[in-house]
């Protein structure tokens, strides 16, 4: 839990081997804080620095807190941690951000913000600031998804220089320790509806003259990959429900004999098809409420009038007399085709209806079992 303190703002940049550009960001964040006379802190959050950054920050007045664990994330909790600041602002140490320039974030702060992200597409993007491939597809795709997927009001979502209550973002529980942290703290905010908001802001090309520390794919890879996994309808329950609709309803119209579109027949292969795709699609469903009462159940993600409506029907009972209807119609269809096997002799089973009525009876056994078992695994899993 956060302390009370007269320290109304702490500044805080994660490094790593910035020595040349560490002290250019220390003076602007000092002259920021004197000359709007704020009581506040620059803290440098070092993951490990081998190029004397940290000297470099003690000798400026800065205070340096050691992070062991290594990853962007994990820097910024460490030093969001150890901030004295009833507010904190965090931004890299790179000198791509202007830390002379933070009352925008400041005021909107004090006006009561939970969360204030600078804007690099409405502030202005420097010649050479961003690649191409980051401002143009990166940034731009992953903060519509962030946009579909959560209705977040953020239109830069991995903007580095954002602005905090530290106390809201304290009871986040923020948990990744890579690049993602930046779309876990706007994912978390919204879906625990804090109070958001975003300012323009100007990226500079950063002053080093070593490559950053970014890797375009592979951290692009890390922030979709959070951003589905803290979606489970996304991932699971739209592409899942439209397997299955498609599944359903071919199915339904093969069912009882062969459908003939122009000179295409659809029989009993495509049935086979039908019913896979019927099988996965209802299976992904499924996926969809674990996802969700493993979320609510840990914190991940917060309940809502939807969802918990969807877990308040899946009960253990419910599961079963569904799952068990299917079973006991699975059953039944197979004692129909047993018989007519009997009367064949136990021979094979060539006629199209009989094999219509073999898959039919598979069908809902497979879907009366996930059912059952469901039920039981979704209750497992509840406080």
């Known amino acids: 839990m956060s302390t009370l303190t007269s320290t109304e703002l702490s500044i805080v940049m994660p490094c790593l081997n910035e020595a040349e550009t560490l002290a250019a960001c220390i003076h602007k964040a000092m002259s920021f804080l004197k000359s709007h006379q704020i009581e506040g802190e620059v803290l440098i959050a070092d993951n490990g620095s081998s190029d004397g950054s940290q000297e470099i920050a003690e000798k400026l007045g800065a205070k340096v807190i050691h992070v062991k664990e290594k990853g962007y994330g994990a820097a910024l909790s460490g030093g969001i941690k150890a901030a004295q600041g009833r507010y904190v602002i965090m931004g890299d140490s790179d000198d791509s951000y202007d830390f002379s320039n933070l009352m925008p974030f400041i005021e909107k702060l004090r006006e009561g913000h939970d969360l204030v992200l600078g804007n690099r597409f409405r502030g202005g993007i420097q010649k050479g600031a961003m690649p191409f491939l980051h401002r143009y597809l990166g940034n731009p795709v992953l903060s519509r998804i962030g946009k579909i997927f959560f209705g977040s009001p953020v239109g830069d979502f991995h903007c580095g220089l954002r602005g905090f209550s530290k106390s809201a973002i304290e009871s986040l529980n923020l948990v990744t320790r890579g690049m993602e942290f930046a779309s876990e703290m706007i994912v978390k905010a919204t879906l625990n509806d804090l109070k958001i908001t975003e300012v323009p802001t100007i990226l500079s090309p950063d002053g080093r003259s070593r490559p950053p520390h970014l890797r375009t794919w592979r951290d692009g890879w890390r922030h979709l990959k959070f951003l589905l996994l803290y979606c489970p309808r996304w991932l699971f329950l739209y592409p899942g429900s439209i397997l299955a609709l498609w599944g359903a309803i071919f199915y339904a119209l093969i069912m009882t004999g062969p459908l003939q579109i122009g000179k295409v027949n659809f029989d009993i292969h495509t049935l086979i098809y039908a019913a896979s795709a019927l099988v996965v699609g209802y299976q992904t469903m499924i996926y969809a409420i674990f996802a969700e009462s493993i979320g609510i159940q840990r914190g991940i993600l917060p309940p809502n009038k939807s969802n918990q409506k969807i877990l308040t029907l899946m009960t253990v009972e419910m599961a079963a007399i569904t799952g068990g209807f299917l079973i006991l119609l699975g059953l039944g269809l197979g004692l129909f085709s047993i018989h007519a ?38 209750n497992s899993n509840r406080d």
Do not use: D, N, P
């Open 341 to 378: 096997w009997q009367k064949l002799g136990f021979g094979s089973l060539e006629k199209a209806s009989q094999l219509r009525c073999v898959i039919t009876s598979c069908l809902a056994l497979t879907l009366g079992t996930q059912t059952i078992f469901s039920g039981f695994f979704v």
